[in-house]
Structures are given as C-alpha cells and as structure tokens.
C-alpha cells in the first residue's frame, strides 16, 4: 500500500532522479566541468554554474544523521500526520541528504548515528513513486 | 573592498523614518473590531512614507527617488500612490536597493531617496511554511515528499546540530526570545509586550522541535519608510543624519545545509561582516548595538559569532545573563525585533538602529551610542549594514 506524500517537483533532471529510485539506486548529479556533488536536481551546477553537463553518481546509501527535527504544526494538514519526522543524513560521500527515519522515530535518534538507505512505496499526484528514506544501520 | 566603496562610507545618511501602527493594528484586527478596516499593502507604504517625510521636516517635493518594495505593486501604481514623481525608481529587495541608492545619491541621480515598504500579510493570509509553497527558495518547495517545509524548519535542523555539538539545550536557547521580549515591553509599538519567562517558553507549544512558538517570528501587518540623502546636505535637518558607514553581502549555494547546518552559517556572517567592518574601518569592538535578523531566535546567537563577538560555539552562552539586553555587553534588538516587535523583514530594525543613533528611543534608549550594526541573515547569505551617528 503507497504512502500518500505532497507531491514532487518533476520535470528534466527531476525525472531522472526519481527513475533511477524507481530502479532502488540514489544517484545524484556529478558536474561534468568540476566534479561537484548538486542536490536538489538542477539544470546548473551549484558550484561552477555549468548548464547541462552531468553524470548521475550512484551512491552506497551509506551515512550518519548530523540533525534532526519534528513537525509538531501541520503545514500538511491532510496529508500528513504530526508528529512528523525528518532527518539529515551526511552520506559517507560527503553530500547531505533531507529524509525520513523507518523504524525509528524522534526520541530514538542521536548524533552521528549511523544509517543506511531503503525505499518505500509511496503515492503523489503524478502518481506512484519510491521515496528513499533511512533506517538504521 | 576597493578603495571606492571605502570612500562612499557616511556619505550618505538616513534622515527621516516612519513605521505604521504594528500594535494597534494587531490588536484590532485580532479583536475583529467591525470600525477597523486596515490598510492593503500600498497603504501601509503610504502611512509609513508620509510619517517619515514629516519626520525628516521634508515635503513631497523633495524626494527625487524611489526605491520600494511593496508586493506585487507595478512602479507607476506606487508613485501615484505617494504622489511623487522620481527621477530615480527601483524595485526589488531592501538590502540591495539600500546600497543602490547610497551609490545613485552619490553619483547624482538623486538627492533625497525613499527606500519604501508595506506589507499586509497577516490580511492576506501569507503562509511560510507547507505544500502552497511552490517556488522561490528551493528548499521551501523542494522536500515536499519528506514533509518537510518552513522557515522555522531549516532552524530547527541548524539548531538541533549546534546544541549537540555545543552542549545546548533547548533551556539555553529560551534566553533569547525572553531578553527580545523585554524590550518589546518598553516599546508600546511592538505587537508583543506580555511578560515571557523561561518557564513560558519552556510550556509552550513545539511548532518544529526542538523549536518553540516564541523562536519564530510574528506574521504581521505593517510598513517602514527610510528617507536617505547626502550627509553633507543633511546638517539642517530636525533629527541627527545616520550615516550609512559600510556594507557587506554574501550570498552561498542553492545546496544551504553545509553552510546553515555544519557551518551554522558562519562562512557568509563573516565575509559580510568583514568587508561591513572595512568599509566602515571599523571592528566589532567598535560596534555599540545589534540589530540580528531574528526571524528565528537561534540567528541571533549565530551572527553574534559570526561578527566576532564571541567565538565559535559561544555565541548562545553570549546570550545568556542579560548580556544582549539593554545595560548589558551588546544590547540587541532593543525594540523588540521580528520576534516581539514586528515582522517587516528587517526594515523595522533597521528603523530602531536610526532612532537609537539619533537618541530618540526613549525607555530603551542605549545611552550615548553612536554606532549600531544590522545584518540581513538569512539560510542563503548576509547583508550587513554599519551605521554611525553624524
């Protein structure tokens, strides 16, 4: 059964990335002109500005969580339910990734406690998609 | 820094200010009182625009220049609705516009600028956080799917790293939100002047944790004026010029969470206050007053490090003991700032640096200070602004 979530921004770059989630990999864009991890999708790097020239780097799903936090408030009311949690894992990489924790929730949660990457099925407007999320390692 | 920028340090000063009525408004359209109608955004400019002409003793004549920042609201609408005719017009952002105009006065474009803004948000409903949010900022929108959206979240996520790493708790970071409202209490403008204690804070709602209700700022209704013109053109004036003595702005990656989280936002805090300080040729040691963006309390401690006040990881023990209240080391945001005071994105603090500068701040006043610091801060960069009594 598909979690309902708010929905994605999709479009170029955007599709690939959920693509290469569909295929249960998390890729990110690597700047062909400088080497640059971007994320969130962009049709520029972050860094050197480059347009266009990007290869999708696989990464192990590997990573620690560096902080975290819990939507008391509903900004989305309807959607989700509160309390509702988020986290920010460092992959091993280097590149920071906002989340979600599976199996594990707020008062669980400390420093630098490492994680690995998982998917799960979940549902927007533009229909199914796997979102990847974190459970612990 | 190049030697030009140095040069146009205080050589132009803010000369008339004017705000709306932030609390009365509040109160009334609270109170659903049926006699109160409030102001659109234009009006609210207007308001604040007149006061700060009367305030500078000058006339709709004597402005020549326009910069504004009024919603939505086209250029030709906004002239007509102040009844000017500028030789000068920009639309845009406060801070760039800022320095903008100090270089168009200085160039002779115009002699006396209105930096203008109205803003009726609380009328209209403005969210900060949630699925309407579509564009702009890409992490307001981009993380929809993982719930996560809002100001007070990216704070929240900067927050919760700093007090693990730093040994903080949520205790701590109350001190700032208790001291802003204490001074909120000594201006009968604020929109919030009940007693908060730390136990209050402490009792209070989460809204992202470990973030309070009382670390976020207001959404009100409100408007600011700022009248600036050459500082030797200024003497004759009813107030004391504030010159505009320095500047700095950096902006960062779209990717913010390396700068705002593990970096707690100190590589841009420091490269805009530093060229700040060198155009003004100044240190903090020469700085006598703080005016943080406070849209988020834990920002405040965060550009107190960042500015050099105290060192890295010190910054909220700096805030604690009354040390940032009047009387104390580094008296900031003596009207209450956007927590307490009002929510106009920096422009009502950067009216209480004037009213502080010129000795007119009455219960609050920082006696005898002649200079006050003001930093945009946001999750993407800084822009600071020196300000010195002429």
Known sequence: MAEKRPNRVLGPYHDDFWAYCREGELRLQKCGACGYISWPATDACFDCGARGDFSWEKFSGKGKIISWCTFEREYYRGV???????????????????????????????????????FIDCEDNAGQFKLPVFERA | MTDDLRELSGRVSIVGVGDTDYSADWRASRANDPEWTGRDSNGLALLAFERALKDGGLTRKDIDGLAFAVGPTPTETMVDVLGIKPAYVEKGWLYSMMRNAVHAIDEGKANTVALVYGYAQKSMGVEYGGTDIQQGTLSYYYYHPWGWSSQAAHWAMTFQYYSKKYGYTEKDLAAVPVQIRKHAMLNENAVMRTPLTVDDYLASRYIVRPLHVFDLCLVNDGGVCLILRKTNQSRDMPHAPVKIAGWGEYHGRKDKWQNMVEQSLQPYLKISGGQAFSMAAMTHRDIQHLQPYDHGSFIVPLQIEGFGFAKPGEGLAFCQDGRIGLGGELPVNTSGGMLSESYMQGWNQMAEAVRQLRHEAGARQVEGIETSMFCFCSSTGADTFIYQRG
Not at chain 1, 94 to 100: A, D, M, T
Request: proline fraction near 13%; aromatic fraction near 10%.
């Open chain 1, 80 to 118: 989700l339910p509160v309390p509702w949690d988020t986290i920010l894992v460092k992959l091993n990489e280097g590149p920071i990734f906002l989340s979600n924790p599976k199996g594990f929730a707020y008062k669980d949660i400390e420093a630098d406690m490492p994680v690995k990457l998982a």
